[in-house]
């Protein structure tokens, strides 16, 4: 059995997305795959709680309870690892991870970005899109690298921008495509290891 290993930060929607497409699309009997555990770094966020009720094991490593980046993410790997994972899937994971862990899950690390990568790398990318007088808006699936917010592009969803947006409003928007996008782009990784 192939294990997925989710990690999150907050309310964990797309983890939530993972995990309904997983059993609706019976991902264990398709590809022999399924999600092994849901690790956050914020303790009681309400996705661990969400996590378990669906019945996955979850684990906390709260990134507070150490000194560096090196040491926080070196007990995140720990946790990982007790599951052999063959794909790490970050989904509104609020870290910068350091090149040694992004070197550890190479070929097997990936994340979801709510903009249409290249443009609009870090934070309040909604805001900066209306901002900027986009037309289009939207959400990336790509691998991870060392350089935050890029690495190869593996599926992109759009939405349009409409006139008097809120940056609210358009964040509403492209999460419900987040929650499509992701899951079919781990299905079809899923289909061809
Ligand atoms: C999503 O917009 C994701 O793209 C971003 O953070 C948000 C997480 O939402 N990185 P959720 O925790 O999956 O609901």
Redesign the pocket.
Known sequence: MKHIVIL????????LALLRAAQRDEWATRFGARVAAVIGNVPGAL?LKRAAEAGVATAVVSHKAFADRESFDAALATEIDRHQPALVLL????RILTPGFVARYEGRLL????SLLPAFPGLNTHQRAIEAGCAAAG?TVHRVTAELDHGPILGQAVVPVLSGDTADQL?AR??SQ?HVLYPRVVADLLSKM
């Open positions: 999150i930060s907050g309310g964990g929607s797309n983890m996705g989904a509104g994971f609020m994340n979801i970005h709510p959400a964040a492209v999460l987040e």
